[in-house]
């Protein structure tokens, strides 16, 4: 991990104070985790970004799943991460994902 990376990681545990455990879900881990697990897609959930996901993001959103990254969208907050953006990564990246619940 390069060193922007890791000050985007500590910012955002900064920033997360608490850590969400999934519950009676699947994925079995913490948002914090889910979270890192998805630095290789940061570049395509920027707001604004017209990047495509990488082959490595997709990687990652397959290996989370549907469950985690549902945490992730109904999560705290994530500074530098277009929510609607990361909902459509499963799409982008031809991953049969059933959609998330916002808010739920």
Known sequence: MDKKTRALVFLMLLSTTTQVQVKGNPCGTTFFSALVQLIPCRPSVAPFSSLPPSEACCASIQA??????????????ISGVDRITAMQLPNKCAINFQPCDIGK
């Not at 989370?64 to 907050?77: F, R």
């Open 64 to 77: 989370l799943g549907q469950p985690c990254l549902c945490v992730l969208v109904n999560g705290p907050p």
